[in-house]
């Protein structure tokens, strides 16, 4: 009988899994196939694959998860955000930091409206919350708080700026609880390549090494995202290939005669896609 009843209970708490997992499903594809996401939102999807690469990197109901500069109303926010008021989680994003000087600060004042208006309807994006982060304030997210630290398509810009990638890193460390998740998805160079090089692009081994020295261990990385078409050798960097499509270089009015076709056909980059670990 002793017997019988055990694995009544196993069976009971197997189904009770179960039953957990296909909700947490049922509340990501709600997320995904949201109405309040933008067309062109919508039409990246079949690039990014939100669903396969949430889901690899641990995204679970009730977590805590910050955004590293979504942007305006960014791509992940629409559907990070309203997961995380479906499930009781939080959603939090780290904005650029408005402790700059001229240009920047104007910048990054622009940047924290835009991004304040586009998630303004609670009862679609609950209670998002929002800091300035960056070198000046890379304690600004309370230490030990954070269950999964999001960042998409930064390292490029970090590794032109000195020891920049060492501070953003750190500053992930401490926010993250034990166990805490770091998520990358990066543009990815060939080996060799110099990730400073300004393209867009950064070697595997830069984004691993750099996160080793900031005390993380690499758990898994996945195919997930990427391309063996992008050759990674376009006229102005990864932003020539959809969705920035530049037909010149930065700061320069758009070439109206570049042929857009052969980039188009690529589609977006090739991408690493890890999940880094903070130990226990």
Do not use: C
Not at 88 to 99: F, K, M, N, S, W
Request: no cysteine; proline share 8%; charged share 25%.
């Amino acid at each position: 009988m002793r017997l019988v009843l055990s694995a009544l209970w196993i069976a009971f708490f197997a189904l009770l899994g179960q039953a957990r997992a296909e909700s947490a499903d049922t509340a990501l594809s709600a997320a995904i196939d949201g109405a309040w996401r933008e067309p062109q939102s919508r039409a990246r999807d079949v690039d990014r694959h939100p669903y396969e690469s949430l889901t690899f990197w641990g995204l679970k109901p009730g977590m805590t998860v910050v955004e590293v500069d979504p942007g305006v109303r960014g791509w992940w926010t629409e559907i990070l955000a309203p997961y995380g008021r479906a499930t009781g989680g939080a959603y939090i994003a780290a904005l650029p930091d408005r402790a700059q000087s001229g240009a920047a600060a104007e910048s990054s004042d622009a940047a924290h409206a835009a991004f304040w208006k586009g998630v303004a309807d609670k009862s679609v994006f609950g209670e998002v919350k929002a800091y300035d982060f960056g070198p000046q304030h890379p304690d600004s997210i309370p230490a030990g708080s954070v269950d999964l630290v999001l960042v998409a398509r930064a390292f490029h810009n970090w590794a032109r700026q000195g020891d920049a990638t060492q501070t953003y890193l750190h500053a992930f460390f401490t926010m993250l609880k034990p166990g805490g998740i770091l998520a990358v998805e990066q543009h990815r160079a060939p080996e060799g390549a110099d990730p400073r090089a300004g393209t867009g692009y950064v070697p595997e081994s830069y984004v691993i090494e750099e996160a080793r020295k900031a005390g993380f261990v690499l758990e898994a990385k996945s195919e997930i995202n990427a391309n063996p078409k992008d050759t990674k050798d376009h006229p102005f960097g990864v932003w020539t290939l959809p969705p920035t499509r530049r037909s010149a270089p930065a700061g320069q009015p758009a070439d109206p005669n570049f042929d857009h076709a052969k980039y188009d056909a690529i589609g977006e980059s090739d991408r690493m896609t890890f999940r880094f670990r903070k130990p226990d």
